[in-house]
């Protein structure tokens, strides 16, 4: 056993880990501050997390029910954002589906993520028959259109906003696996893995205890950067009948009902388009700060 590794094996305390995490987390904070876009981002991501959390405070109006005689009324200072075809009020709505697709970003990145991690690392550590088959069943679905494979899914499974969530994470979990083989392929011969195996670790406690950690930084990027893709999915399932069912306020969904009034009662569809694109674009400026702090060869990481 070289210096090097014994010097490792004596510092890799609970205490020090703590430490080091702690370190790094500052690191990344203030690097992230320096980033215009992504400190935009953020505020724009940590606005829905509050909207969603208190939406009952946010909304002016109740987000089911309405009266016929104020359908379709434009933005005034008693609806913000008007008013559908059925007399509800927008800006609720919005607020309320605010709930439905933070749940759906933090469900899919919570099933997909893990999924795709454990499969990568698997394949990338063992090799050999493995490492091929996981791969092959990896690339099939990488193979095929997300959106097309996430219909298919909803389709068999059945409309509905749980099924729309199985089927989107079955279809994001293979970017996540790619990412956490690649990881894995480039510390698997490390002198410190090395050195854990020498004190009779199993396969299994080197990926979960040593790799798994490692490979999380990356997959993070990643799942930030996806949640725009999978907040689209999502709105493209909504819109056509396959996500959330009505009377749920999903942004799809409402898009899809507002699309007879386009033309002339503009902000049924409108607004919450809007709500998409800004939300979608929060997460891209956040994922690409996250990308430029953690990226082992970004310039930019401290």
Not at 186 to 194: D, G, K, V
Request: hydrophobic content about 55%; proline content about 5%; some cysteine.
């Amino acid at each position: 056993m070289t210096t090097t590794t014994r010097d490792w094996l004596l510092s890799e305390t609970p205490a020090s880990r703590m430490q080091a995490r702690l370190g790094r987390s500052y690191r990344v904070f203030r690097a992230l501050l320096r980033n215009p876009l992504a400190v935009v981002g953020a505020l724009i991501v940590i606005a829905l997390v509050v909207l969603a959390l208190f939406a009952p405070l946010f909304a002016t109006h109740s987000p089911y029910a309405g009266e016929l005689t104020d359908r379709l009324k434009p933005p005034s200072d008693a609806f913000w954002l008007g008013t559908d075809e059925l007399g509800r009020d927008i800006w609720s709505r919005i607020v309320y589906g605010a709930r439905i697709t933070l749940a759906i970003v933090v469900l899919v990145a919570a099933i997909a993520a893990p999924i795709g991690m454990v499969v990568g690392a698997v394949s990338g550590y063992l090799g050999g028959w493995a490492d091929r088959i996981l791969m092959g069943i990896t690339d099939i679905f990488l193979s095929m259109p997300k959106l097309i494979l996430a219909l298919a899914f909803v389709a068999a499974l059945g409309p509905g906003i749980e099924n729309a969530v199985i089927a989107i994470a079955i279809t994001s979990w293979p970017a996540y696996a790619r990412i956490a083989r690649a990881e894995t392929l480039t510390i698997r011969n490390a002198e410190f893995i090395s050195a854990v195996r020498l004190q009779g670790a199993s396969a299994m406690r080197v990926i979960v205890r040593h790799i798994l950690p490692l490979c999380t930084s990356s997959v993070i990027v990643r799942v930030t950067l996806d949640m725009a893709g999978i907040i689209l999915t999502a709105a493209g399932l909504g819109f056509l009948g396959l996500g959330a069912q009505p009377p749920l306020p999903e942004w799809g969904a409402m898009i899809s009902r507002g699309r007879s009034f386009i033309l002339d009662q503009w902000w049924v569809a409108t607004m919450p388009g809007f709500a998409i694109v800004i939300v979608s674009l929060g997460f891209c400026f956040l994922g690409d700060g996250l990308r430029d702090v953690l990226d082992p060869k970004s310039g930019n990481r401290q």
